[in-house]
């Protein structure tokens, strides 16, 4: 089921409030998934973003 921009918001929140580490990043005029339009001049920063992400979550 996808969640809206909302929905995330809040469960970012929830989390936050028991002790879980978040990272909530937004980009404007995007979905879930967008990034996969390499031709969208965001999809770059979303690519690079996505990817420090998960360097920071792999590296302890």
């Known amino acids: ?3 809206s ?3 995330n918001i809040q469960c970012a929140l929830r989390l936050l409030e ?3 580490s978040v990272e909530q ?5 995007t ?3 967008s ?3 390499l ?3 965001i999809s770059p920063r979303q690519i690079a973003g ?3 992400i998960l360097r920071r979550g792999s590296s302890g």
């Open 1 to 3: 089921m996808a969640r």
């Open 5 to 7: 921009r909302d929905q």
């Open 18 to 20: 028991v002790g879980v």
């Open 25 to 29: 990043h937004q980009w404007p005029c």
């Open 31 to 33: 979905f879930h998934g």
């Open 35 to 37: 990034q996969t339009f």
């Open 39 to 41: 031709s969208a001049e």
């Open 50 to 52: 996505l990817g420090a």
